[in-house]
């Protein structure tokens, strides 16, 4: 998709179809809406007037009003895009919104959208120029790659149009932010899409390796040998079942000029395929489960990012790939395996109780890892437990945090990206859930507050070092398409 800035007024926009957004200003309780479009003109709000008049448009989010040769506008056609009540007004429904335009475009053919720029009190221009930006190109991603029909309906150029007030230089900067975001984040959903027969834990470390060059990052992508010298017992117990070898994959972005510390840590869970090991999970939906990567993807798609983006700062990312498998090699319910040890400390001993609880294996030698390759502060993503989900349902994705600033800061960081996170506790008292009677500690925790008990686990490793584990196990996917989004991997955590 090639993207470019425009500035101009919307009526002089010659495109297959024009994107214009609209609120409902109406006061709370008004019998009607009261439509206002926010456009940097009046020229659309002249071609809409009789169908607004009629009131079948309420400008509710994501609702769209398709019209064809729009008197007074240069466009072929003009499609208006709501975003709701214009008191709840956010980029977050704006960047949802431009997705929508590209999606009503694709199935129509028309390869040329221009987006009108939202005018409204109270919207930052650059972060409103970057989330049509990043909605636009996450908007045109589908995921029925393996189809022998699938024709290429992709948009090929969209126009974001700025009013003549615009500062061109801020607008053009916030434009490529935006595209380097949507772009990484569509990186990282096309891995999860693969078949697990397709994306090995090797492929994977291939595909990480080629964008790595492609952008400047230095990656080594070690397996089994390199594992065992660094005795990552915990990593190799779930790697023990398959014929498929494991990737450890260690990505490092570092600018020239970059300061000693902070060094962020960037651990992500690649599972590639999860069938749960022993404890095997039941048929229904198993085939989702090469989904279990999306942290990982999500962790190689924000290196992607960040090295475009040229952040002045140095960054590790480390991914931990591997496929669960049931053999007779498989580690079983009651083994105990040796976690890679802290330097001046032995690895903890761990008691497996359920095979399916294999994420929190790899990341805890991977968070190990991180700390021994110098990273200050980590922040892992994992589809780690299914408890996330019926503790938040599938709207916002689990935070943990054992460090109020790196929590804080996170969650300055949401009102940018538009991801929806809701903190989970992790005190003290949790961890006598996982505590072992033959070893230091156990994998799971039985039946209550499953996705604490395995960001307690977790903590173990990270220790003292300011952490944040985001469990996005019930938000990585969607089953059914939303007006903005395909169905399949929604690449969060990006």
Known sequence: MKTELLIRSTSDVETELLAVFAVDAAAKNAPKPEIRLLSGDDGPARAAQTVLESGEFKAEGCETLLLHNPAGLQAKRLVLVGLGKAGKLTVHEIRKG???????????????????????EGLDPGLTVRALAE???????????????????????????????????????????????????????ALINEPGNRLTPTVLGE???????EFGIRCEVHSTEKMRELKMGAFLSVTQGSDEPPALIVMTYEPQGAPAGPVPGLVGKGITFDTGGISIKPS????????????????IGAMRAIAQLQLPVKVIGIVCSAENMPSGKAQKPGDVQIAMPAPGKPGKSIEIINTDAEGRLVLADGITYAKQLGATHLIDA??????????????NAGIF??????????????????????????????????????????NTGGRYGGAINAAMFLKEFAEETPWLHLDIAATAWIDDAKPW???GPTGIAV
Not at 284 to 299: F, P
Not at 387 to 395: D, E, M, R
């Open 98 to 120: 431009a997705a929508t335009a590209v999606r009503l475009a694709k199935p129509r053919g028309l390869r040329a959208v221009a987006l009108a720029v939202p005018v409204a």
């Open 135 to 189: 909605g636009a190109v996450l908007g045109d991603f589908d995921s029925d790659t393996y189809r022998s029909d699938r024709k290429d309906r992709s948009v090929q150029v969209v126009q974001v149009v700025a009013p003549a007030s615009s500062d061109q230089s801020a607008a053009q900067a916030a434009l490529r932010e935006g595209v380097i975001v949507g772009e990484s984040q569509n990186f990282a959903r």
């Open 207 to 213: 595909r990480a390796a080629a964008m790595c060059r």
């Open 284 to 299: 229904d939906n198993m085939e989702k489960m090469k989904y279990d990567m999306a942290g990982g993807a999500a962790m």
């Open 382 to 395: 994992a589809t780690l437990t299914g408890a996330v989900a019926v503790a938040l349902g599938q709207i």
């Open 401 to 442: 945090a054992n460090d109020e600033d790196s929590f804080e800061r996170f969650t300055e960081g949401l009102k940018v990206s538009g991801e929806r996170f809701w903190r989970l506790p992790l005190d003290d008292d949790y961890r006598d859930v996982i505590k072992s009677s033959i070893a230091d500690i156990k």
């Open 485 to 487: 989004a395909a169905s």
